[in-house]
């Protein structure tokens, strides 16, 4: 009976002990995680905390055309609890060159099932088809992740019907949130002078 009692009191306190080590150690890979994501990216933390209308283009990297382009196209569509897309975003989820890219600001919905974004591009020189080319394909492959999913019918829906278009000094790609009711095609013919 005692070495009974002995054994449970072991396997109690090796739980605890685990439990103990599985609380310190969320909280320091919490606390890594945000001091290598603030050291990695500032202004991307900086405007996590904030709201996206209020970063201004040289946080961001943007040309104020570029900027202003975005901020005009958010009142024509705006965005539900925005995430503001950062170079790394630029590069590997929409597939750009940074080579081909001057300037871009671009606010996506961070919502399940929402596809919303609002994308503005400064295009390098002779590289304006390049990107709307790799826009096409991205919005190609959204079409198909939302297709593998019936409750997200709505979004593919909304990434269907995307806008993309532009010119030699400025490319555009929005895509309707849920919530959207406006016009965008005329939004962005606004935007782009057309």
């Known amino acids: 009976m005692n070495i009974r009692l002995k054994l449970v009191l072991s396997a109690a306190a090796l739980a605890a002990g685990c439990v103990l080590l599985a609380g310190c150690g969320g909280s320091a890979s919490s606390a890594s995680s945000s001091a290598s994501s603030a050291a990695s990216s500032g202004a991307a933390s900086q405007s996590a905390s904030e709201p996206a209308a ?59 099932g929402d596809a919303g974004l609002v994308l503005a591009i400064q295009p390098a020189a002779g590289k304006a088809q390049d990107v709307m080319d790799t826009l096409k394909t991205y919005q190609q492959d959204q079409v198909a992740f939302y297709g593998n999913y019936a409750e997200f019918a709505q979004a593919q829906s909304n990434v269907e019907n995307a806008i993309i278009d532009g010119g030699d000094d400025l490319v555009v790609m929005v895509i309707a949130s849920n919530d959207c009711s406006s016009d965008l095609t005329s939004a962005v013919k606004d935007v782009l002078g057309k």
Not at 66 to 77: C, F, G, M
Not at 93 to 102: I, N, P, Q, S
Not at 104 to 112: E, I, Q, T
Request: charged share 25%; proline share 2%; aromatic share 6%.
């Open 54 to 112: 209020s970063v201004s283009a040289e946080e961001n990297g943007a040309s104020d055309a570029v900027a202003s382009a975005v901020d005009a196209l958010l009142e024509a569509d705006p965005i539900s609890n925005q995430f503001e897309l950062t170079a790394m975003n630029i590069e590997y989820d929409f597939g750009l060159k940074a080579d081909d890219v001057t300037s871009y600001r671009g606010l996506k919905s961070n919502d399940n």
